[in-house]
């Protein structure tokens, strides 16, 4: 069955960096839509970052903008997340998400195929 796998995150001090991965198993990687979610404690899910199967088109939440990128590999399956200039409030579970649906739908939480099982970033003061 297909799989998404999330790697990359742990602990680090505000104004840091890191990078998520999510390498994708058991799918036709170049033809999905692929993105991130983040769930904050006590919090609902929110859309991060998303891109094209070509990597052409990428799109952000207005609270990562200018400190996240999204990118991809179609040659290695994988998804990447750089995120820096990192502040407490990004602190959350970090999922990888894909889509056959557009980039458009996919920022609005809809038509997601398939999740990973998330990655715990914590940002310290």
């Known amino acids: 069955q297909v799989q998404l796998v999330e790697s990359g995150g742990g602990l680090v001090q505000a104004g840091g960096s890191l990078r998520l991965s999510c390498e994708a198993s058991?799918?036709?990687?170049?033809?999905?839509?692929m993105g991130w979610f983040r769930q904050a404690p006590g919090k609902e899910r929110e859309f991060v970052a998303v891109?094209?199967?070509?990597?052409?088109?990428?799109y952000s939440a207005d609270s990562v903008k200018g400190r996240f990128t999204v990118s991809r590999d179609n040659a290695k399956n994988t998804v990447y997340l750089q995120m820096n200039s990192l502040k407490p409030e990004d602190t959350a579970v970090y999922y990888c998400?894909?889509?056959?649906?557009?980039?458009?739908?996919?920022?609005?939480?809809?038509?997601?195929?398939?999740w990973g099982k998330g990655t715990l970033v914590t940002v310290s003061s």
């Open positions: 891109i094209s199967w070509s990597g052409g088109n990428t």
């Open positions: 998400a894909a889509a056959l649906a557009s980039p458009s739908t996919f920022r609005r939480g809809n038509g997601i195929d398939y």
């Open positions: 058991r799918l036709t990687f170049s033809r999905y839509t």
